[in-house]
């Protein structure tokens, strides 16, 4: 295989610089284009000191890309400018869009919950929703892969396969999440500012997170009926990691014991999820920086219910680290390609 | 009313510090005893030394306290050792335990949770249970006040007045609930380093946490009728803070704002808990270093369930301040004497 | 004494909030305008939730206030905008500016270091300093009052008296300086988000920041001689909490010990300055939240040399507190009136 | 070469579990052993679970080992007790001691820092001090490599070449160094909990750090004759990284410029240390979870002095990540093999 050529679209944010990061001494993946329309011209140690030591072409603006020496883009865009940025590329280039704007099949869902009609209605017929344990051949043969939302990643990799397995209950699910700040992004908002978000924690977007349609979306598919779910994601203290604790009813006589086989079975050679040993429990710590996503189901003492917990780096498995795992797919390459970096702790 | 004279027993600790700062310039109340076996004979400033500027008594074994000379103690030992002291005070000592000893009222549920028998069962009888603003009257008369745990705190106080009143289902009360890690004490534990907590989240005794039958015997007993809950707590990285997600079935035909509405009823002229306007989010950080409790009631996503968020600071309303507030109503004092404090912000 | 009519310019600020936290249930002094140009209309609560509490006026746009019906002034403008408006005020108006706008007494320092003339030179000549600890006779009697910077405070309250003993050199003074982040107020910038500060250090404004010339200023004046000095700030990874290592030059014969012996001698009857005992480390997270500097000196391993290190709360000592300090004593109130709230640890 | 064998000694500290990490994926050296007394029998995952994902041997107590299976140790002990156990390995061993045993060349400057005579003094003669990139060619043909410590390595990389070139005096050197928490090790110690590192800063061992005669060793080998330096270091709430804010006095003429040019010209080629352009601040966070260098001089306030800094993590650069860049000369390798994950910024 030659070299393939990989533009970055919005590499100012902390998605783009996680994807610098990870394709970092990649044996197949060249960084050849990177943009940051109001950092144009700028060299990228410029916007992020840290990648100061990588040889990496300068940051230019969207505009001026020649999108015919490129053949594989990652879109790191904001929600809703991307539609059309991608209906705008050349059939050749393989896309993996990490915004939000092609994860909703129906374009009604889309049109209620991002306040617009959709502007690619085709592309969006074409495009594959990309969690990948879950997806894999479909998106093998994509073009244009959907990088799921890193929400909905924690939460549908612990229940799509107990769903699939008539293991639980669809009727009650009660997703309490939490996030590390980054997945704000690098915008510079008063509520996010560190005096603004240290040393304390609160709920956001209570009944009303963009994430909850897409849940429901997958979570509906694998119980082929449609899927309501509570989710109430909070802010956390920390720059990295989700947690989500899942409570679920579960169907009649199965414990938690029951979901663990499961998830093992369905997970025994996956190289990016663990499920852990009974009574143990998942940390975001100890998946920090990586693309692991681990996992464990417990006994609740209301009788009838579990708990399952599943924790990831939101940066890396809930965005550009999948995004590198889809794309390496989409080549032809192993999964695992430049992604086996271990955890940093602490 | 002369001065009165107050012990606090355990002042090495996180609770006995908290008490030793709101106690400061107190009109009534003046520490003449602090205790601390394994720092007898040191003062508290080379223990706390943020407290250096205070005069206060240096520490002593609590063996060689004088109970007769003082008139109320604040009891901060450890779980399990406090039944014996408490038993061997004179009469006249009015007392308030921080500890968990004589929280619960069932001494079956005791011995199946902390795994001995109890050790001073006729005192057990004794205790009021001093969820300030729900047992008012009996603590205003005791003599032996069983301080509430902090995630019971945080949990009744929306809780309790929500079954009173019959607006939400009690067979499937579920709790994601969030602590600093200052709950977890000074002792010095691996699992409570900086390098070990800070940048990550976890949960912790899923369902098996020595706080749910606490809860369950306070909701019980508000209910009329045997409760369980689902209580799942997260170490979160601050140092301060609680924070109590609770999801609800409603009762048939309740929504949201009339949670709302009842609660700010309820609590309309407390000084301390405030019931949030509509739509507004409690944060940790709005509650740090006072004795507030912030509460809010949302419509959830699922048909017929509520979701309810309640703050406070685990060490004032969750510890100290709480005991302060009913050490001052069992003297007869303003409950509000010196625990006026507004939060520390940012 | 009647009631002082206070008003806080700027109230949507870190020190404009601060000053709300430490009047509330201030004897003397009520608030009764806040400003808030962006936020008029709303109530404080909306821009700090943890304020709620309190009874308090709207915030208005400062075109709107009748300062006719004010007595002080608490002036938490940005640098550069507040000469205009001090300048306009009514003449019985007291004032405590808490911006740089008057601290500079040299016109011609002024414009160098601000890049524009001063727009209120006749002002310049009648305010006076507000290190209260160093000049409280001439604030006791001002009608203005410059509250100095925070890191002069810490480097002044040590330095000063052993400047005027003659027991360190004036010529080779090295200032490392630390710093919470709320020094660098609540504007949103990129470079405060919380993911960019978290778990990482660096100096900014390196020999080149604007407190230095405040900081020569007031040194030079007691060595009576001009003084330069090596300053070097550092953003640290805290909301709150000022750290000044600095490190002199003895004067023949001098040691550790007689700075020491000097500054206990020079605060021994001050309120919120304490000099530690030998070998004692001072700590920012021990003066958190109150008015109290902690100072100590050690020697150094290079001969004829000290290691001086001083701590505040940036916030309050290095702000709101001795603002408040220095109105207390102009209106002829106990220093510590409403100030003595001790630390918040942990 | 076939596949070197390498043992870790002390796995169960930071420093060890930082190796692992480095080590992962190594394409020469294979961990077989890693020892840890009190957790022996253990698999690793049990004490580091973020390490779980990898296949490892378990623990074992280091008297259970067979030495003449292993080709390489590092040794990860606590100060003092690693003298006889590298004493005892056997002669074909290859080893990089983290520890400060064998890092102070002179016997008694060991015997008055540490307290007791060097056990293992003729295998102090052979030991060669590890700091890479200005002892490449000794640590090449070395058997013992001492490790240099973390402040050690951040203060040498940017002064040894400035006394060298003649550039600065070395009479009057200021070293103000920060460091994260995680330098002080997993131990659990009540000044290492969460609660007592977050949220503040202060100095600890004011003139009296171990590293001091580490450091005058070093700079008084690159200057000819003996030098003392004043070095206070501080506690940083965060986990890693390691700043040195370096004062300064000029060689006559000099100026940071020239500085500047030196450290270029001196590293141009090396691949984990940088010079930052004119005017910018190096910052722990651009390092992080990296074996990086970076270094920026300034030109000082006071006339003929310069002010350095630098910052490394103190885990990579400062420990395991300086170790692996020695043992990766030490067999011949390319130093950066296994080094050039890129730093984890947010």
Request: aromatic share 6%; charged share 20%.
């Amino acid at each position: 295989m030659s070299e393939v050529r990989v533009a970055i679209l919005g590499a100012s944010g902390y998605t783009g610089a996680e994807l610098v990061r990870l394709l970092a001494g990649h044996p197949e993946f060249r960084i050849t284009v990177m943009t940051g329309d109001r950092k144009a011209g700028q060299p990228l140690a410029s916007v992020f000191p840290h990648l100061g030591k990588l040889k990496l072409p300068d940051l230019v603006a969207i505009g001026d890309v020649d999108f015919g020496a490129v053949d594989a883009v990652f879109c790191c865009l904001p929600h809703g400018t991307t539609q059309e940025v991608i209906a705008g590329l050349p059939e050749h280039v393989t896309v993996v869009d990490l915004s939000a704007d092609f994860r909703l099949t129906s374009l009604d869902a889309y049109a209620t919950w991002y306040g617009h009609p959709h502007k690619a209605p085709e592309l969006q017929k074409k495009a594959v929703y990309g969690l990948t344990e879950l997806k894999r051949d479909a998106i093998r043969s994509a073009q244009l892969v959907a990088n799921p939302g890193c929400y909905p990643t924690s939460v549908q990799l612990p229940l799509v396969p107990l769903i699939k397995a008539g293991l639980i209950q669809v009727d009650d699910i009660i997703i309490d999440a939490k996030s590390g700040t980054s997945g704000a992004g690098r915008s510079a908002k008063e509520a996010n500012l560190y005096c603004e978000v240290t040393e304390g924690i609160h709920p956001y977007g209570v009944a009303s997170h963009r994430h909850a349609p897409e849940i429901e979306q997958e979570l509906g598919e694998a119980a082929g009926k449609p899927v309501l779910v509570a989710f109430t994601p909070h802010l956390m203290p920390m720059s990295r990691g989700m947690l989500s604790t899942i409570y679920v009813k579960l169907a009649k006589g199965a414990k938690a014991a029951d979901l663990r086989a499961e998830l093992s079975r369905v997970y025994a050679s996956e190289p990016f999820v663990g499920v852990l040993p009974e009574g143990a429990v998942p940390a975001t710590r100890h998946v920090r920086g990586s693309n692991f996503c681990l996992i464990n189901a417990f006994d609740d003492r209301l009788p009838g219910r579990a708990i399952i917990t599943s924790v990831i780096d939101n940066l890396v498995k809930g965005a550009s680290g999948q995004a590198l795992q889809n794309l390496n797919l989409m080549f032809g390459l192993p999964e695992t390609t430049n992604l086996e970096q271990q955890p940093l702790f602490p």
